[in-house]
């Protein structure tokens, strides 16, 4: 009797271990998904190399899209597949991020903004963020890499302070990108800062970067609508500028949201738990 008493007891244990494990994991478990334009969008963005930081515990999703708005987004339907994924069950916490602003700016009428229109859909992306169940994180637009007689020039300010104040209005944690990134821009300079981009600056822009001043450069064309072709270009990012705004973002996440933060691998404020500083 005694010998069948131990092994019912080990199996037992044998079920119901295995489930409070599981059970652990799932709710440690976090959900964080990206939304935003080629700045955060994977290969020209630092969306993936962000991604990259988090633990085993983590989905990162990015959903961010070349040349979006914060219009075009939502016209497109990438905004509805943002919200399904924000409601998938089984997460402790659910972050979405939202980064929008290059593409507000005037030009294409299908995705221009004023900037009333843009702090209006950004306050409607936190709302609805929040009303599937998840928490939004605003993050201000990065900066361009543009410099005229040695100073870095602010194209997106405007921008950035709409998303901040729509931060502030809804209570919403802001990653002040916009000012972190024009900080980093400007203490590397205008000849540094050319090694951000996705290629090798061609000999005339880098010739004019070391006068203090950046120029216009042509772009290439695709060899197809929609795909993508490598470039040099002061906005979008190669390798090594991933690399320096993903640190930047983790660096704000480290300091601002600490569900989130717990899961940053190599995160300072965690010992080796977590990489929240820049390289």
Same mark, same amino acid.
């Given at each position: 009797?005694?010998?069948?008493?131990?092994?019912?007891?080990?199996?037992?244990?044998?079920?119901?271990?295995?489930?409070?494990?599981?059970?652990?994991?799932?709710?440690?478990?976090?959900?964080?998904?990206?939304?935003?334009?080629?700045?955060?969008?994977?290969?020209?963005?630092?969306?993936?190399?962000?991604?990259?930081?988090?633990?085993?515990?983590?989905?990162?999703?990015?959903?961010?899209?070349?040349?979006?708005?914060?219009?075009?987004?939502?016209?497109?339907?990438?905004?509805?597949?943002?919200?399904?994924?924000?409601?998938?069950?089984?997460?402790?916490?659910?972050?979405?991020?939202?980064?929008?602003?290059?593409?507000?700016?005037?030009?294409?009428?299908?995705?221009?903004?004023?900037?009333?229109?843009?702090?209006?859909?950004?306050?409607?992306?936190?709302?609805?963020?929040?009303?599937?169940?998840?928490?939004?994180?605003?993050?201000?637009?990065?900066?361009?890499?543009?410099?005229?007689?040695?100073? %870095? +020039?602010?194209?997106?300010? $405007?921008? =950035?302070?709409?998303? #901040? !104040?729509?931060?502030?209005?809804?209570?919403? &944690?802001?990653?002040?990108?916009?000012?972190?990134?024009?900080?980093?821009?400007?203490?590397?300079?205008?000849?540094?800062?050319?090694? %951000? +981009?996705?290629?090798?600056? $061609?000999? =005339?822009?880098?010739? #004019? !970067?070391?006068?203090?001043?950046?120029?216009? &450069?042509?772009?290439?064309?695709?060899?197809?609508?929609?795909?993508?072709?490598?470039?040099?270009?002061?906005?979008?990012?190669?390798?090594?500028?991933?690399?320096?705004?993903?640190?930047?973002?983790?660096?704000?996440?480290?300091?601002?949201?600490?569900?989130?933060?717990?899961?940053?691998?190599?995160?300072?404020?965690?010992?080796?738990?977590?990489?929240?500083?820049?390289?």
């Amino acid at each position: 009797m005694k010998k069948w008493r131990g092994r019912l007891l080990v199996l037992v244990v044998a079920v119901l271990l295995p489930a409070c494990v599981n059970h652990s994991v799932r709710e440690d478990r976090v959900h964080l998904i990206l939304a935003g334009d080629s700045t955060v969008a994977r290969i020209t963005g630092y969306g993936d190399a962000l991604c990259a930081r988090f633990d085993a515990l983590t989905k990162c999703e990015n959903l961010a899209r070349n040349g979006r708005s914060s219009k075009s987004y939502r016209a497109e339907g990438l905004w509805d597949e943002v919200l399904a994924h924000a409601r998938e069950p089984g997460y402790h916490h659910t972050f979405v991020l939202v980064q929008f602003g290059h593409n507000d700016q005037p030009g294409k009428p299908e995705r221009s903004t004023t900037l009333s229109e843009f702090r209006a859909n950004m306050r409607r992306y936190t709302d609805e963020v929040r009303g599937a169940g998840a928490a939004p994180i605003l993050v201000t637009p990065l900066t361009r890499r543009t410099f005229k007689d040695g100073k %870095l +020039a602010d194209g997106l300010g $405007p921008w =950035a302070e709409a998303t #901040a !104040a729509v931060a502030s209005e809804s209570g919403t &944690v802001l990653l002040d990108l916009h000012r972190d990134s024009m900080a980093a821009v400007a203490a590397l300079g205008p000849v540094e800062a050319l090694s %951000l +981009a996705e290629l090798p600056p $061609p000999e =005339a822009a880098l010739a #004019a !970067a070391a006068t203090g001043t950046t120029i216009e &450069v042509e772009k290439p064309a695709a060899s197809m609508p929609g795909a993508h072709v490598a470039m040099f270009d002061y906005t979008h990012l190669g390798p090594k500028g991933a690399e320096l705004f993903s640190g930047i973002v983790a660096a704000e996440i480290a300091r601002s949201v600490p569900e989130l933060a717990y899961h940053l691998r190599n995160n300072p404020t965690l010992g080796e738990k977590g990489t929240a500083g820049v390289k």
